[in-house]
T-cell receptor
Framework: AQSVTQLGSHVSVSEGALVLLRCNYS??????LFWYVQYPNQGLQLLLK??????LVKGINGFEAEFKKSETSFHLTKPSAHMSDAAEYFC??????????????FGQGTILTVHP | NAGVTQTPKFRILKIGQSMTLQCTQD?????MYWYRQDPGMGLKLIYY???????DKGEVPNGYNVSRSTTEDFPLRLELAAPSQTSVYFC?????????????FGDGTRLSIL
């Protein structure tokens, strides 16, 4: 069974500082990995995804994530935080193949606060 | 370009009442999903469908029912509302069979049961 752990339910940074949101996963087969962002009272919006190929993935709004198989990690980073980045972020995993039908397993979410 | 549309956006129910949460998508996606989101718990899969007429249980199906008579619509039914079903419900859809394809989410239905 697959699982996702997001380290830190709340992360607070200053505007202009580095954003680092941590995600570790477990999966018995090669995973597909996703980061979603949720702004208040809205649905989830895809930030980026890792499927195959290049392990450093670039997404929208200046975010990127690196797939590290040896560490079973998929941490999300942004070099310089902006006030508009304040939101909740979810890491999710989907297993390739089998009968999973592309079901996503989500982490518990990390709320990012950006201070002026 | 509506994507995934959920109605209603907010609802308050009394214990024991029933209701249907509506979800429709205009992207001709075969795969559709219902999740519930509780604070600090991420999203949990309730039911999913791989096409019209085909549905299956997810992680937390108890107290819910679904149907899929068309490609576009995937309603979620609560028969006897309980306080434990107070949550935010999200519907999502995905194009095809490849698990690498991302899911597209609606804006959610915020449901309170009192």
């Amino acid at each position: 069974a697959q699982s996702v752990t997001q380290l830190g339910s709340h992360v607070s940074v200053s505007e202009g500082a580095l954003v680092l949101l941590r995600c570790n996963y477990s999966s018995s087969v090669p995973p597909y990995l996703f980061w979603y962002v949720q702004y208040p009272n809205q649905g989830l919006q895809l930030l980026l995804k890792y499927t195959t190929g290049a392990t450093l993935v670039k997404g929208i709004n200046g975010f990127e994530a690196e797939f590290k198989k040896s560490e079973t990690s998929f941490h999300l980073t942004k070099p310089s935080a902006h006030m508009s980045d304040a939101a909740e972020y979810f890491c999710a995993v989907s297993e390739a193949g089998g009968t999973s039908y592309g079901k996503l397993t989500f982490g518990q979410g990390t709320i990012l606060t950006v201070h002026p | 370009n509506a994507g995934v549309t959920q109605t209603p956006k907010f609802r308050i129910l009394k214990i024991g009442q029933s209701m249907t949460l509506q979800c429709t998508q205009d992207m001709n996606h075969n795969y559709m999903y219902w999740y519930r989101q509780d604070p600090g718990m991420g999203l949990k899969l309730i039911y999913y469908s791989v096409g019209a007429g085909i549905t299956d249980k997810g992680e937390v199906p108890n107290g819910y029912n679904v149907s899929r008579s068309t490609t576009e619509d995937f309603p979620l039914r609560l028969e006897l509302a309980a306080p434990s079903q107070t949550s935010v419900y999200f519907c999502a859809s995905r194009r095809g069979q490849g698990a690498y394809q991302p899911q597209h989410f609606g804006d959610g239905t915020r449901l309170s049961i009192l």
